[in-house]
């Protein structure tokens, strides 16, 4: 990557560039291998003839992201499991200085690849429709008509309610205090009714095989946990915000790191993500201990 660094037109632009990769493909290191490839391909451009150097990564950078799309599609429906974006901890991997959150992500697996596209390209990261169009091979109009379905789609998704980064870490903590002390009374006053808790593991450590719907669901397997972690305590790395969301980076029983994010609305839990699968955790190395 030193190349990279040497050359202040792509240099600049890498953050954002990583940024909008991950935000199509979920996974960090998917990402940055597209950045490198798109990068390999600026080497060969010819700089006099590029009025835009950032229009023009940001379409090849998309159109890489729309092949590897494919793939990645093909992998997940083979998955064990809950499928959950790798988590990139605030400060801790590309910027993340956009209103994508965690539930927002897993929105975007459910659109297509080009409507993905449209909506991060012109609602998230300013596009206009005719550039929109130049990067997806697609004409202006029918970018807005992917940009809209996409907003119809993922409207759901976005928060109703924000909640401020302090409060927020500081229901996490409590969380974390009363599913490890077994205190059942206090979890389940954090907890919506119909919250949901999904946790991936990929089928590489232990893990729910499918996503538990309902408060009764959630405490029941909460019950369980907690006796588990009687046996072997958690270990606290630190509170962080993941995604967008508040959660914390834990060690737990075998020395499994993982990550679990909270999405809270109204003072309510109403969704706990848990990433468990070690091939989506390496990148949080350099964050985890603070």
């Not at 037109?9 to 950045?35: C, H, I, K, Q």
């Not at 590897?68 to 959950?84: D, H, M, N, Q, V």
């Not at 669901?217 to 972690?229: C, D, G, I, P």
Request: with cysteine; hydrophobic share 45%; charged share 25%.
């Amino acid at each position: 990557m030193n190349g990279i660094r040497s050359d202040p037109s792509f240099a600049d632009l890498r953050p954002r560039l990583v940024r909008l990769a991950y935000r199509m493909l979920g996974s960090v290191a998917d990402a940055e291998d597209v950045v490198q490839d798109a990068w390999a391909r600026w080497l060969v451009t010819d700089r006099d003839a590029v009025r835009e150097p950032a229009a023009l990564l940001r379409t090849i950078v998309t159109r890489l992201c729309l092949n590897a799309l494919k793939s990645a599609r093909r992998r997940r429906e083979t998955y064990i499991g809950p499928w959950l974006p790798e988590p990139i901890v605030e400060d801790g991997g590309p910027d993340s200085g956009d209103d994508i959150t965690l539930p927002l992500m897993i929105a975007l697996e459910r659109l297509s690849p080009l409507e993905r596209a449209a909506f991060l390209l012109h609602d998230v990261f300013g596009m206009g429709f005719d550039d929109v169009a130049g990067a997806i091979g697609r004409e202006p109009a029918a970018c807005r008509k992917l940009a809209s379905r996409a907003r119809e789609h993922i409207r759901a998704a976005r928060p109703r309610f924000a909640v401020s980064k302090e409060h927020g870490l500081e229901i996490a903590a409590a969380f974390f205090a009363a599913s490890r002390n077994g205190d059942m009374g206090k979890l389940r006053s954090l907890l919506a009714d119909d919250v949901t808790a999904s946790t991936d593991g990929g089928g590489k450590v232990p893990a729910s095989p499918r996503a538990l719907i309902g408060v009764a669901e959630v405490m029941a397997r909460h019950v369980q946990l907690a006796q588990e972690f009687n046996r072997s305590p958690s270990l606290l790395i630190r509170y962080a915000v993941i995604d967008g969301l508040p959660g914390f980076i834990s060690i737990e029983g075998g020395g499994v790191i993982q990550t679990t994010t909270l999405h809270i609305e109204q003072d309510k839990i109403l969704a706990i993500y848990i990433t468990r699968n070690p091939d989506k955790l390496r990148h949080l190395d350099s964050v985890s201990v603070q």
